[in-house]
């Protein structure tokens, strides 16, 4: 092996290559289909010394949050025995992302009947999204490989999180987005960070066909999640939320599901940490669609996950909007080895569970409230106990999209036919700004009104 001791495994046809023969596309030369890391000493057959240690681990992981390392300060690389894909550690590139705060949800608990209800706020990270996790890893790949740009197709997180890496490490950044599709917060971003950003007339599938060309033609390093080095670093909040609860792990992990690469790597994550013996269970993972964004639960519906059908994906949650999901395949396998299940929800359950997070005093942004939107039917289902801990992934911060939080509380989000029977719930969530005169009779008035209400 000529690398820092991992191979890549396609998760098609088992094909195992080492890193110098990934194609540009990371796509497996034989049959098409993606890559993930693996680690060969960690497999049965090898001698069990070269196993990390569990509770070694365990100790030194909590142990590195002291140290003044910028390798140690990030909640991503303090756990690198469960991501050896550097040759040379001087290589990471790092906004100390990751570390982020598990809160528990007091209000909506009570609403869900979920006594153990915790957020897990990805959304809290460097650029405010999840997408800092996998950035950090799969950037630091491309640094030390030596190319000197980068790009991806967004729907705006993952561009606001590799023009901000590319940046640090003093390379250039390629972001193609969908023109008029993404919210503004996660535009300005990928400005202010120095992408070269071009808005393309398409969708996100349509970005991402562009750039499948693009990087066949051109020395960019495609930072899309098809690069598995991505997701490597998305496993840690999984090692992060077991950390939590003394590795003991959660009954239920619910996540959004847009391009289906993050449930991928919380599911790799679970697995490993299971097969190393950090753990001793796995979590039923669950993955939320928004119905007008839900190929993966229409396949699971229609055929068990065999065969995917690409759709054209609406919803106002537009970091989902996504009708043709790269990780699909991966995440069948995720949501059938944990015994998990996918659902989908309405544009007015999102904004609704958007609504009460936000009451939470935590916020996220809307693809984010799938997850409460989605436990709200899995409890309905019975598939979800009172008694069971369970934990939300919330992918983004609330001001990433704050256009759309302002139109939910001015009531011009949703139109009437899609508010359906949620009237009630929604009205008590809305907390309009009010214009008034600069007087003191009339904010005296507002503040008694707003006392009884
Ligand atoms: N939540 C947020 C806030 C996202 O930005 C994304 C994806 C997801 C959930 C879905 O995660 O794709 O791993 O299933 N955003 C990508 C982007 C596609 O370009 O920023 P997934």
């Given at each position: 092996m000529e690398n820092s001791g991992h191979q890549l495994r396609c998760t098609g046809c088992a094909r195992v290559i080492e890193?110098?023969?990934?194609?540009e596309n990371f796509r497996c030369a034989e049959c098409g289909d993606l890559y993930e890391v693996v680690y060969p000493s960690w497999s049965a057959g090898m001698a069990e010394i070269r196993k990390p240690n569990a509770s070694a681990m365990r100790w030194l992981w909590k142990e590195r949050c002291c140290s003044n390392t910028e390798a140690d300060q990030s909640g991503v690389w303090r756990f690198r025995e469960m991501l050896h894909?550097?040759?040379?550690?001087?290589n990471i590139v790092s906004l100390r992302e990751g570390n982020t705060p598990l809160y528990q949800l007091r209000k909506t608990a009570e609403s869900t009947g979920i006594e153990q209800l915790f957020a897990k706020h990805q959304g809290m990270n460097p650029t405010g999204s999840f997408k800092d996790a996998g950035m950090t890893t799969a950037l630091s790949v491309a640094h030390e490989i030596g190319f000197d740009w980068v790009a991806c197709a967004s729907t705006g997180n993952t561009s606001a999180a590799m023009a901000a890496y590319a940046a640090r490490a003093g390379m250039r950044s390629l972001v193609l987005i969908p023109q008029g599709k993404i919210a503004w917060g996660k535009l300005s971003q990928a400005m202010d960070y120095g992408a070269l950003t071009l808005q393309l007339r398409t969708d996100f599938d349509g970005c991402v066909r562009v750039l499948s060309e693009v990087v066949k033609r051109a020395p960019v390093y495609l930072l899309n999640s098809v690069n598995p080095y991505r997701l490597e670093g998305q496993k840690t909040p999984a090692l992060e939320i077991a950390e939590s609860f003394d590795w003991e792990v959660p009954d239920h992990l619910i996540v959004p599901g847009g391009n289906l690469a993050n449930s991928s790597a919380l599911g790799k994550a679970f697995l490993e940490m299971k097969h190393l013996g950090i753990t001793a269970k796995l979590p039923k993972i669950s993955v939320i669609q928004a119905e007008g964004a839900n190929p993966l639960y229409s396949s699971l519906q229609e055929n068990g996950g065999e065969t995917l059908q690409a759709v054209e994906a609406h919803t106002r949650a537009s970091a989902i909007r996504i009708g043709n999901p790269a990780s699909w395949k991966k995440a069948v396998r995720v949501i059938q080895q944990t015994g998990g299940w996918c659902e989908q929800v309405s544009e007015a359950e999102i904004a609704l569970a958007k609504a009460e997070i936000g009451a939470e005093g935590i916020g996220c942004e809307p693809a984010s409230a799938v997850t409460l939107a989605g436990l709200k039917k899995l409890v309905q289902q019975g598939r979800v106990q009172s008694g069971e801990r369970v934990v939300l992934l919330l992918t983004g911060h609330t001001l990433k999209d704050s256009d759309y939080t302002i139109a939910y509380h001015r009531g011009d989000l949703l139109k009437a036919d899609e508010i359906n029977g949620l009237r009630p719930e929604i009205e008590v969530t809305r907390r309009n700004a009010v214009e008034l005169d600069a007087s003191v009779d009339q904010v005296l008035r507002e503040l008694e009104g707003a006392a009884v209400r």
């Amino acid at each position: 092996m000529e690398n820092s001791g991992h191979q890549l495994r396609c998760t098609g046809c088992a094909r195992v290559i080492e890193q110098s023969e990934l194609k540009e596309n990371f796509r497996c030369a034989e049959c098409g289909d993606l890559y993930e890391v693996v680690y060969p000493s960690w497999s049965a057959g090898m001698a069990e010394i070269r196993k990390p240690n569990a509770s070694a681990m365990r100790w030194l992981w909590k142990e590195r949050c002291c140290s003044n390392t910028e390798a140690d300060q990030s909640g991503v690389w303090r756990f690198r025995e469960m991501l050896h894909i550097l040759r040379d550690e001087a290589n990471i590139v790092s906004l100390r992302e990751g570390n982020t705060p598990l809160y528990q949800l007091r209000k909506t608990a009570e609403s869900t009947g979920i006594e153990q209800l915790f957020a897990k706020h990805q959304g809290m990270n460097p650029t405010g999204s999840f997408k800092d996790a996998g950035m950090t890893t799969a950037l630091s790949v491309a640094h030390e490989i030596g190319f000197d740009w980068v790009a991806c197709a967004s729907t705006g997180n993952t561009s606001a999180a590799m023009a901000a890496y590319a940046a640090r490490a003093g390379m250039r950044s390629l972001v193609l987005i969908p023109q008029g599709k993404i919210a503004w917060g996660k535009l300005s971003q990928a400005m202010d960070y120095g992408a070269l950003t071009l808005q393309l007339r398409t969708d996100f599938d349509g970005c991402v066909r562009v750039l499948s060309e693009v990087v066949k033609r051109a020395p960019v390093y495609l930072l899309n999640s098809v690069n598995p080095y991505r997701l490597e670093g998305q496993k840690t909040p999984a090692l992060e939320i077991a950390e939590s609860f003394d590795w003991e792990v959660p009954d239920h992990l619910i996540v959004p599901g847009g391009n289906l690469a993050n449930s991928s790597a919380l599911g790799k994550a679970f697995l490993e940490m299971k097969h190393l013996g950090i753990t001793a269970k796995l979590p039923k993972i669950s993955v939320i669609q928004a119905e007008g964004a839900n190929p993966l639960y229409s396949s699971l519906q229609e055929n068990g996950g065999e065969t995917l059908q690409a759709v054209e994906a609406h919803t106002r949650a537009s970091a989902i909007r996504i009708g043709n999901p790269a990780s699909w395949k991966k995440a069948v396998r995720v949501i059938q080895q944990t015994g998990g299940w996918c659902e989908q929800v309405s544009e007015a359950e999102i904004a609704l569970a958007k609504a009460e997070i936000g009451a939470e005093g935590i916020g996220c942004e809307p693809a984010s409230a799938v997850t409460l939107a989605g436990l709200k039917k899995l409890v309905q289902q019975g598939r979800v106990q009172s008694g069971e801990r369970v934990v939300l992934l919330l992918t983004g911060h609330t001001l990433k999209d704050s256009d759309y939080t302002i139109a939910y509380h001015r009531g011009d989000l949703l139109k009437a036919d899609e508010i359906n029977g949620l009237r009630p719930e929604i009205e008590v969530t809305r907390r309009n700004a009010v214009e008034l005169d600069a007087s003191v009779d009339q904010v005296l008035r507002e503040l008694e009104g707003a006392a009884v209400r």
